[in-house]
Nanobody, 122 residues
Framework: QVQLVESGGGLVQAGGSLRLSCVAS????????TGWFRQAPGKEREFVAY????????YYADSVKGRFTISRDNAKNTVYLQMNNLEPEDTAVYYC???????????????WGQGTQVTVSS
Protein backbone atom coordinates (compact mmCIF):
# COMPACT_ATOMS: atom_id res chain seq x y z
CA GLN A 1 0.00 0.00 0.00
CA VAL A 2 1.19 3.53 -0.71
CA GLN A 3 0.50 6.53 1.50
CA LEU A 4 0.25 9.93 -0.16
CA VAL A 5 0.66 13.34 1.47
CA GLU A 6 -0.10 16.58 -0.34
CA SER A 7 1.32 19.98 0.57
CA GLY A 8 1.78 23.43 -0.89
CA GLY A 9 -1.74 24.76 -0.79
CA GLY A 10 -2.63 28.18 0.50
CA LEU A 11 -4.30 31.50 -0.20
CA VAL A 12 -3.27 33.35 -3.35
CA GLN A 13 -4.65 36.24 -5.39
CA ALA A 14 -6.04 35.70 -8.85
CA GLY A 15 -3.23 35.55 -11.37
CA GLY A 16 -0.83 34.12 -8.83
CA SER A 17 0.94 30.76 -8.68
CA LEU A 18 1.29 27.82 -6.34
CA ARG A 19 3.18 24.54 -6.55
CA LEU A 20 1.63 21.49 -4.94
CA SER A 21 3.64 18.44 -3.93
CA CYS A 22 2.52 14.85 -3.44
CA VAL A 23 4.98 12.72 -1.52
CA ALA A 24 4.62 8.97 -1.23
CA SER A 25 5.65 6.60 1.53
CA UNK A 26 5.22 2.89 1.99
CA UNK A 27 6.03 2.10 -1.64
CA UNK A 28 7.92 3.91 -4.30
CA UNK A 29 5.71 6.28 -6.28
CA UNK A 30 7.74 5.57 -9.41
CA UNK A 31 5.74 2.36 -9.86
CA UNK A 32 2.48 4.28 -10.24
CA UNK A 33 0.79 6.51 -12.74
CA THR A 34 -0.47 9.46 -10.71
CA GLY A 35 -3.04 12.19 -10.98
CA TRP A 36 -4.17 15.40 -9.36
CA PHE A 37 -7.82 15.99 -8.58
CA ARG A 38 -9.84 18.73 -6.92
CA GLN A 39 -13.12 19.14 -5.11
CA ALA A 40 -14.78 22.51 -4.77
CA PRO A 41 -17.45 23.16 -2.14
CA GLY A 42 -20.73 21.57 -3.14
CA LYS A 43 -19.22 19.85 -6.16
CA GLU A 44 -17.97 16.37 -6.93
CA ARG A 45 -14.27 15.61 -7.07
CA GLU A 46 -12.91 16.08 -10.58
CA PHE A 47 -9.82 15.15 -12.56
CA VAL A 48 -7.19 17.86 -13.04
CA ALA A 49 -3.97 16.32 -14.41
CA TYR A 50 -2.33 12.96 -15.08
CA UNK A 51 1.25 11.77 -15.43
CA UNK A 52 2.49 8.28 -16.21
CA UNK A 53 5.06 6.50 -14.05
CA UNK A 54 7.95 7.47 -16.32
CA UNK A 55 6.95 11.12 -16.54
CA UNK A 56 6.84 11.22 -20.35
CA UNK A 57 3.08 11.22 -20.80
CA UNK A 58 0.74 13.82 -19.35
CA TYR A 59 -2.90 14.78 -19.78
CA TYR A 60 -4.93 17.71 -18.48
CA ALA A 61 -8.50 18.72 -17.93
CA ASP A 62 -9.53 21.40 -20.43
CA SER A 63 -10.15 23.86 -17.60
CA VAL A 64 -6.47 23.90 -16.56
CA LYS A 65 -4.70 23.22 -19.86
CA GLY A 66 -2.01 25.81 -20.50
CA ARG A 67 -2.04 27.02 -16.89
CA PHE A 68 -1.15 23.91 -14.84
CA THR A 69 1.82 21.58 -15.30
CA ILE A 70 2.20 18.16 -13.74
CA SER A 71 5.67 16.70 -13.26
CA ARG A 72 7.43 14.14 -11.14
CA ASP A 73 10.78 13.43 -9.53
CA ASN A 74 10.92 9.70 -8.91
CA ALA A 75 14.19 10.01 -7.02
CA LYS A 76 12.29 12.12 -4.48
CA ASN A 77 9.14 9.97 -4.65
CA THR A 78 7.21 13.15 -5.45
CA VAL A 79 4.71 14.38 -8.01
CA TYR A 80 4.18 18.12 -8.47
CA LEU A 81 1.44 20.35 -9.79
CA GLN A 82 2.61 23.80 -10.85
CA MET A 83 -0.40 26.09 -11.02
CA ASN A 84 -0.03 29.45 -12.78
CA ASN A 85 -2.48 32.21 -13.58
CA LEU A 86 -4.84 30.96 -10.90
CA GLU A 87 -8.50 31.91 -11.04
CA PRO A 88 -11.11 32.04 -8.26
CA GLU A 89 -12.75 29.05 -9.95
CA ASP A 90 -9.64 27.01 -9.07
CA THR A 91 -10.52 27.24 -5.38
CA ALA A 92 -10.84 23.67 -4.07
CA VAL A 93 -9.24 20.96 -2.01
CA TYR A 94 -6.61 19.35 -4.20
CA TYR A 95 -5.83 15.65 -3.93
CA CYS A 96 -3.27 13.37 -5.51
CA UNK A 97 -4.04 9.77 -6.30
CA UNK A 98 -2.56 6.79 -8.10
CA UNK A 99 -4.17 4.77 -10.84
CA UNK A 100 -4.12 3.88 -14.51
CA UNK A 101 -4.71 6.64 -17.03
CA UNK A 102 -8.30 5.57 -17.60
CA UNK A 103 -8.97 5.40 -13.89
CA UNK A 104 -7.43 8.79 -13.13
CA UNK A 105 -8.98 10.66 -16.07
CA UNK A 106 -12.39 9.38 -15.02
CA UNK A 107 -11.85 10.96 -11.61
CA UNK A 108 -10.95 7.90 -9.60
CA UNK A 109 -7.82 6.49 -7.95
CA UNK A 110 -6.64 3.43 -6.09
CA UNK A 111 -4.90 5.41 -3.35
CA TRP A 112 -5.65 8.94 -2.19
CA GLY A 113 -3.93 11.60 -0.15
CA GLN A 114 -5.75 13.70 2.44
CA GLY A 115 -5.84 16.84 0.32
CA THR A 116 -4.53 20.40 0.52
CA GLN A 117 -6.67 23.53 0.36
CA VAL A 118 -6.14 26.05 -2.42
CA THR A 119 -8.02 29.33 -2.17
CA VAL A 120 -7.83 31.95 -4.92
CA SER A 121 -9.15 35.41 -4.09
CA SER A 122 -10.43 37.82 -6.73
Amino acid sequence: QVQLVESGGGLVQAGGSLRLSCVASGRTLSRYDTGWFRQAPGKEREFVAYINWGGDSTYYADSVKGRFTISRDNAKNTVYLQMNNLEPEDTAVYYCGTGSRGTVVSGHAYYWGQGTQVTVSS
